[in-house]
């Protein structure tokens, strides 16, 4: 250390035009020496960063899709893409947000005011953002992008549609992931996941977006469950305490075209959930729940 | 040193320092940017400037605190130690950026007020693993912020000296709860262990300093000085020869040190503490016949303690006896800019 710092006979003032000459070089080596050192962690730092997700947000981009409009259970438009080899008609049900962190039945509520009608069923023209990602699609609505005209130029619904919407089921089963909101898992937010998500997710689930229980399965691909009760409503204020955690649920899976539901009890999240709020660290388990601190 | 308040004084070492800041903060953020652009084309632009301002802030906290035990440990880095606060505010503003923009991208558009939100969407504050890191990173905000609004030498005259100090030594406080924000907070979400090992090296590197320079005072204050005071209350210091020409001998008495110093055939002794950030006198030299800190090169009289004029800090005196070739000083403290007579030194008197 002493054979590379200069004696220490120098006196620096800063006020001085000049600092000393042994000073002034040392110091230029020191900074260059930062510089380096700035550079090298600004790469690591990038290069061990986890890799984001390819899921996507159309910020900015107005889309319009056609398809029947639900309300019930979880907002959302169901579209048909066409026929299947065997004739059958087969759909995507697009999950509907609102924006910021809200769920989209306000903005329905907003339309269905505008328009005067109740949009339940209807086959509708909605305009909106879209959000996609792993085969799954989520589309962000704002009333003033949706005017009642051309809401419903898509004409009335054809009749029996409903009956088309087949609801499989798939039995009970205990399911280990991680409780996500669905619009910034899908491609809103990156991470939108995790510790540093969690609180944001909260806010999201809170404001009514549909929660997602993400499974990561064997073959390291993701499965997708639409968390609702044994009545099909939503449980978004029941789950808060237990989104972005490792997390087990146990319920019931329905499969309802191409998304998969997963039916919990309502009671038996609520003692879970309330035990999280209690001593989140020491969680008692759950018959039908239980909570894990890590997988 | 200045006589009214100004926003910055500049000069050209400032220039420089901040230019060298500048360019600092641009080489860091367009290779963070333009590198996670090539290798993660996926990412946000809101992730992009969350994690670059947040990497910088943590960055450039680590290097303010590195600064100090570095000027103490070697004179050679006092340069860096001269316009710290330029580097603090930058920092700060920095820090800013990612925690306002992390509470509009995670709290704001909700159901409720995004602060309201930043203390209560997580509310595992009984849990480690879950703890809500975002509030440990908002708290250390708030640190930075207070410490950034009264870096001006205003709030030192006006806080006082004591105040000023306590305050920002606040610094340690915030640097615990961003490590912990970061420990509790993207450290669990990501999979790689060099993030981790970088931060304990932060950790190490920033201890190793404090406990080196420490060591090193501590051995200062213990060289040859035995506190044993005559009949007449003065305490012998030291031979003459052990004090340079213009330079000073610093006395560590039990609750305070002294710096005596040697300049054209007198001895003058003052408290050793500067009034503006608690700078070491003892260290500095006599310049222009001023004590000059060797801080931020603020000036006093030796022998009355007083700034030459318009200035007006004052330090502490003391009186100084020559006996044969033998220094003494008395520990009684004289009200800050009392003038003493300084002791003479015979100009017979041959330097070794």
Redesign the interface.
Known sequence: MRKI??P?D??????????PN??AT??KN??IG??IV??I??????????????NH?EFGINTTVQGYLYTDQVPRIRVPLGKDFHGQEIYQTMLLVG????GASEAIAQLEQSTGVSLHGRFVALTGSLIYGDGKALLQIIPQDNPAERLLAAGTSPMGHEETLVLQSKGETLLPGEVVDSKCFFGV???GE???????A???I??GIPPILKVKQANNKTAYYLILAEDYTMVNQEIL?IV??PVRLKGRVIQMEDWNLLLVNRQSLLSVTSQ??E???LLALDKRFTLC??E | ?SASYQAI?W????KIYDT?LV??LL??AI??VS??LI??P???F??LLI?TTA?LAF?LLH?ILMIGPLARL???????L??RRHLGVTMFCVAAIHGIFSII????????HPLV??FL????Y?????F???ALGFLALIIFMLMAVTSHDFWLENLSPKVWKTLHMGVYLAYALVLMHVM???I?????P??VV?LGLGLLLLLGLHVAASRKEHQKDQEGFAYNPEADGFIRVCALDEIAENRAKIVSLPEERIAIFRYANHLSAVSNVCKHQNGPLGE??I?DGCI?C?W??YQYLPHNGSSPPPFKEKVATYDVKLVGRTVYVHPKAYPEGTERPPAVVPTNTIMI
């Not at chain 1, 600004?42 to 890799?51: E, F, N, P």
């Not at chain 1, 924006?99 to 809200?102: H, N, T």
């Not at chain 2, 004179?75 to 860096?80: E, Q, R, T």
């Open positions: 710092l200069p220490p120098e006196f620096y003032v800063g006020y001085l035009p000049e600092a042994t000073t040392f110091l020191v900074v930062i510089g700035i550079a962690l600004a790469l690591i730092l990038v290069l061990y960063q986890k890799k984001f997700s390819t947000f924006f910021g962190k809200f937010m990156k991470p995790g510790k540093p998500h969690r609180s944001c909260v806010r999201c809170a404001g305490p972005g955690q999280v709020n001593w989140p660290g601190q890590s | 040193m004084l000069n050209r070492q400032k060298i360019s600092f080489l860091y290779l963070f590198v996670n290798i993660h996926e990412i946000t809101e992730t994690r990497t960055l290097i070697h004179p050679v880095f006092l340069p860096l001269y316009n991208q995670f709290h704001a558009l909700g159901n409720v939100s930043l969407s997580n509310t595992h009984g849990s480690l693993p879950y809500p890191f975002q509790l907070g993207v669990q979400y990501e999979t790689s060099v993030l970088l500095g030299r310049i000059t060797p931020h090169g």
